[in-house]
């Protein structure tokens, strides 16, 4: 870490960017579409961590194998949490009144039974994939063989998804209804299961994003929460229900916290991430990369 | 009915200010906790119950409140050092206040947590450039009259809690809730009102702090200002339900009992326990437990 | 300096929209005045500018001599000018009589007894004393109008903005709702500025009629003025009959 202008330190931006990016989207994609902050996100991420470790620890798997497991599991479960909770509590028109802060209510129980559960299931004591890793050096960098993995399937999966929005139908139809509910109920299309899949589809890519964590950094049932409070940074930044502006503020925020340490230490991580995030709220709430007015 | 209530609250009280004479330091320590829990969760509704605005992030006051007691410590009075705590957080609210409270809904909540969180590592990165890491108390006052300090701050924060519903204050609060463009346009000067209610819900928190850290004689960042805290209090206001001051304490000695029963050997149960509770009661009884007992009193 | 409210060249942009430019009249004290145009004509901006709810980005107001413009609305209550809401917005959780309670106890206040005595007072001339302990939200939508007529009305102004309360209800509502509006009116010597869309009440209310359209004021006068005025035939009426 001698220089600011080290390509490893740009690497290690671009790597923790891409992760929260990835991190951020579901969530934001959860709010855009129901205007439900999912304070639970990290522990999805938590979650998709250990389903990767399990998966290759004691069923022997590949990571290639593990990592669409996660997804995949994750996935259900946020389809699951939707039918099970959310749909209910979306049709009560008492919680529907401030539906922003209950909603925060839920996921904030959600968030704790899930740590609690983990850590009752796996004990508390962070644990680690043993990967066989091989070390891999370009130009003044050094990374290892999973970690390079990791950042390319991150970038991979935010680049599929940012073209999935643009172009698919899906896509289309979960831009029109972050815009105008009522607009995207009334030329048909379906609520109801768009949620269930922005459900399905935030849960599942914060799923992988957790399992590529466990690929390269130890996991704990504890370990969500950091990546909730990014995540929020992010879509703060990027602002809220702006799905391409929470892709660009998840980079620069791993930029800025990457070489912000650099140039102070890491006791300063938590005070940067917290500090853009209060004066964002505070100047422009409604995000650096404009978007909808609250 | 109003008559008999006022005086089952008075025998309540009257029983918690006997409770150091009849019992051990068990029940004493577990009177602080409980009553501790009642002056947080009072002293909470006081903003996020009567103006709607829910403060993610109590633990701010309580913290700032613990470490101007033991920074006092040695150096002044104790007195001073307890209502310097009340102070601090009191003064700390209102100068943030203004643009926090601008600041509305989920973002509200968010943002008070953040700031929570800043301000703790600001601290922990203060101590360790003093060089300090953790700092013990000596000669922190008995037991009983850490439990009778308590005891008062609990009584304080239900009847500031109490008055304010019923004032002319509570009822532009609830306008606020309700309403804020409305309130504003019905002559309601609302950012006064928030900054008002933000201060008095800041200033006992801050004195309770300062109680507790004499009480485990040791301040530590990370504990001092554990999320931990802000998540517990607004569990039990969200179990005691409602904008008065019967709520709280409800939520409270439900919550202190439970965690009683299951937290030293199964915490990760009562935990679970406690997320399962907050979503039942948001889903299935919003107005909490204080709002079921009024309504099974008056079919 | 005239007594009552006077617009001298208000307007506001919105981003690059203009939504109200260079509006001036006057509402004397005591008088009605009606307001007229088609939707987004810019009626309820200039109303949020006049309450205080937003600051306009050139032009003065004045009540009674001072400026009031940019004063926040609470000020502007204690001014003496309250405002209704088009979409109503009543405080829905509290009971109707705290809804009126809050306002007689923030409002300009100095009426003559308690404030328990001005709120009984206030609901029973909009007609809501028997609903008073329901809760706000149990009203039904002609409740609601007088609702908001009565938080306004319980600051103790002396100029009331009136935002379409006649819309929305049926024909026997909108003739009590007259008789209760020239009462209050009557009663407190009140100036009022209404808004309205039920052509024939506003006609039958008003001595006066401003007419705005694209943010721009194109007639001021009496009601029969205004209905034989060709360029509120061309840009108002013209249009709502190509509408019918």
């Not at chain 1, 740590?115 to 004591?125: C, D, I, M």
């Not at chain 1, 995030?277 to 404009?290: D, E, N, R, S, Y």
């Not at chain 2, 918690?16 to 909470?44: C, K, N, R, V």
């Amino acid at each position: 870490m001698s220089s600011l202008l080290s390509g490893q330190l740009l690497f290690a931006a671009l790597a923790t960017g891409g992760l929260y990016a990835l991190v951020a989207f579901g969530l934001n994609l959860i709010y855009g579409t129901l205007r439900l902050l999912n304070v639970a996100h990290g522990e999805i991420v938590m979650l998709g961590a250990y389903a990767a470790y399990w998966a290759m620890t004691m069923m022997g798997g590949a990571p290639l194998f593990a990592l669409p497991l996660a997804a995949l599991l994750l996935g259900a479960f946020g389809f699951a949490l939707y039918g099970g909770l959310f749909r209910l509590a979306l049709s009560r028109p008492a919680l529907m009144k401030r539906i922003e802060g209950n909603s925060l209510l839920l996921f904030f129980g959600v968030s704790i039974i899930l740590q609690n559960a983990v850590s009752l299931v796996f004990s508390a004591s962070p644990r680690a994939n043993k990967a066989d890793d091989a070390l891999i050096a370009f130009a003044d960098i050094q990374t290892s063989q999973s970690r390079l993995m990791a950042v390319a399937i991150t970038f991979l999966v935010c680049l599929s998804l940012a073209i999935a929005l643009k172009t698919s139908w899906a896509g289309r139809a979960v831009r029109a209804m972050i815009q105008n509910r009522d607009a995207a109920a009334i030329v048909g299309i379906p609520l109801d299961r768009l949620q269930a899949w922005s459900f399905a589809i935030g849960f599942a890519v914060a799923g992988l994003a957790g399992a590529l964590v466990s690929l390269f950094e130890q996991i704990s049932p504890f370990m969500g929460f950091p990546y909730t409070v990014a995540a929020f940074v992010v879509i703060i930044l990027g602002g809220l229900g702006n799905l391409a502006g929470s892709l660009a503020a998840g980079l620069l925020l791993g930029v800025v916290e990457t070489f912000g340490v650099a140039a102070t230490s890491a006791n300063w991580r938590s005070i940067l991430v917290w500090g853009i995030f209060i004066l964002v709220m505070l100047l422009k709430p409604q995000g650096l990369f404009g978007g909808s007015r609250r | 009915m109003i008559r008999r209530t006022a005086w089952m609250w008075v025998g309540l009280a009257l029983a918690m200010a006997a409770l150091p004479q009849l019992g051990g330091d068990y029940l004493i320590g577990l009177g602080i906790t409980l009553l501790m829990w009642i002056a947080l969760a009072e002293s909470w509704i006081v903003l996020s119950g009567m103006t709607g605005y829910v403060s993610f992030g109590h633990a701010v006051f309580y913290g700032l409140g613990a470490y101007v007691m033991v920074v006092c410590w040695n150096n002044l009075p104790g007195w001073a050092g307890f209502l310097g705590a009340g102070l601090a957080a009191g003064l700390f609210a209102l100068a943030i206040g203004y643009p926090v409270l601008r600041v509305r809904g989920p973002y509200f909540v968010i943002l008070t947590y953040g700031l929570a969180e800043l301000v703790k590592f600001l601290i922990i990165n203060t101590e360790a450039a003093l060089g300090k890491f953790g700092r013990l108390v000596f000669g922190a006052p008995p037991l009983a009259t850490l439990y009778y300090l308590m005891l008062g701050l609990a009584t304080l924060a239900v009847l500031i809690a109490w008055t304010v519903r019923r004032s002319r204050l509570g009822l532009g609060l609830a306008a606020i809730r309700e309403d804020e463009t409305a309130a504003e346009n019905a002559g309601v000067p609302v950012a006064r009102l928030k900054l008002i209610a933000f201060a008095l819900s800041a200033a006992i928190p801050g004195m309770v702090g300062a109680v507790m850290a004499l009480r485990s004689s040791y301040f530590e960042p990370l504990q001092a200002f554990s999320p931990t805290v802000s998540f517990n209090i607004v569990a039990m206001a969200v179990i005691g339900g409602g904008d008065d001051a019967p709520g709280p304490i409800l939520g409270a000695l439900f919550l202190v009992l439970l965690s009683e029963l299951l937290w030293a050997h199964l915490p990760e149960v009562y935990m679970i326990i406690l997320g399962l509770l907050v979503i039942g009661f948001v889903l299935f009884a919003p107005e909490g437990l204080h709002g079921r007992l009024q309504r099974l009193r008056r079919p | 300096m005239s007594a009552g409210l006077v617009l001298e060249g208000v307007g506001k942009n919105f981003g690059g929209l203009k939504a109200v430019s260079d509006v001036s009249f006057a509402v004397p004290e005591g008088a009605i005045v009606g307001l007229m145009g088609a939707n987004g004509a810019g009626k309820t901006t200039l109303f949020a500018l006049i309450a205080g709810n937003e600051r306009p980005s050139e032009g003065a107001i004045r009540f009674d001599g001072p400026r009031i413009d940019g004063l926040s609305p609470d000020r502007v209550v204690k001014k003496g000018i309250a405002r209704t809401f088009q979409i109503v917005r009543p405080f829905a959780g509290l009971s109707v009589r705290d809804n009126v309670r809050v306002a007689a106890l923030y409002g300009r206040g100095g009426f003559a007894g308690s404030a328990e005595d001005w709120v009984a007072a206030v609901l029973d001339e909009t007609g809501l004393a028997e609903q008073a302990d329901k809760p706000a939200q149990a009203l039904t939508l002609s409740g609601r109008k007088r609702l908001e007529v009565a938080r306004a009305l319980a600051t103790r102004p002396r100029l009331l903005l009136l935002d379409e309360v006649l819309a929305g209800l049926t024909p026997t509502e909108v003739a009590e709702a007259l008789v209760m509006l020239r009462a209050i009116q009557a009663k407190h010597g009140l100036a009022i500025l209404v808004i309205e869309h039920v052509m024939k009440a506003l006609m039958r209310l008003c001595a006066t009629i401003v007419v705005l359209h694209h943010g721009l004021k194109i007639a001021e006068g009496t009601p029969e003025a205004i209905a034989a005025d060709p360029a509120v035939i061309e840009a108002y009426l013209g249009e709502s009959a190509a509408h019918a």
